[in-house]
């Protein structure tokens, strides 16, 4: 059983495409989020989402629009696709909002803007 | 803003032999955590140390925390060809609102069998 499962695994699209990564949960965690990996695997938070509710956003471009339906999904869309978007989107959650929480972390989607 | 920073960069050891790696952070935390990541995978959680904690020990992973330094350890013990990955230390951060995990850049560690 997955824990934490994002599709697509891969997504290459060409610059000015809109495109959206999905996330889902199993574990019945309260906190979602999304980081981004550069190529140099640098990873930065990029929103968090505690029970449906949007907590986290770090002064990342509005083309970037995270959407949670119910607590076990977060998804993410992305407008107007640039060629610095390139990189590995990571989904993860953990149990609580609170410190101390371990972060699930799904497989990542490597994202490629050609 | 980037908060750990991992050191060294790259390194490369044979099995068997004992590998450390170190962590600096710059503000105030809650807790520091260390991460796995295998090429293409995800991270996986290896160990947390809290604040006022100064070391810990999970099987043959052995961290070590000074506040002071603002710094900590990993030392992975009779080290297996398996353990050739990216580690990464997180910060749990203690000035902002909401908890937050602002990791580093990784130290890839290769182990030759």
């Known amino acids: 059983d997955t824990a934490v499962s994002q599709t697509p695994k891969y997504l290459v699209t060409q610059m000015g495409n809109d495109k959206s990564i999905k996330c889902e949960q199993n574990l019945g965690h309260d906190t979602m989020y999304w980081y981004k990996q550069d190529s140099k695997k640098f990873l930065k938070i990029m929103f968090s989402y505690n029970n449906k509710e949007l907590i986290i956003n770090e002064t990342v471009p509005n083309r970037f629009s995270p959407k949670s339906p119910d607590k076990a999904h977060l998804n993410l869309h992305i407008n107007s696709l640039e060629l610095g978007d390139s990189a590995v989107y990571f989904c993860?959650?953990?149990?609580?909002?609170?410190?101390?929480?371990?972060?699930?972390f799904g497989q990542g989607t490597r994202l490629t803007v050609v | 803003s980037q908060q750990g920073e991992e050191d060294p960069q790259a390194l490369s050891i044979q099995e068997g032999e004992n590998a450390t790696m170190n962590c600096s952070y710059k503000?105030?935390?809650?807790?520091l955590q260390w991460y796995r990541q295998n090429s293409g995978r995800g991270l996986v959680h290896l160990i947390l140390?809290?604040?006022?904690?100064r070391e810990k020990h999970s099987g043959r992973l052995r961290v070590t925390l000074d506040t002071s330094k603002k710094s900590s350890s990993l030392l992975i013990t009779a080290s297996r060809a398996a353990d050739t990955a990216s580690y990464f230390c997180a910060t749990d951060g203690k000035d902002s609102g909401y908890s937050t995990l602002t990791f580093g850049k990784g130290t890839m560690l290769l182990v030759s069998p």
């Open positions: 993860a959650s953990s149990l609580t909002q609170g410190a101390g929480t371990e972060a699930f």
């Open positions: 140390i809290r604040s006022n904690e």
């Open positions: 503000t105030s935390i809650n807790n």
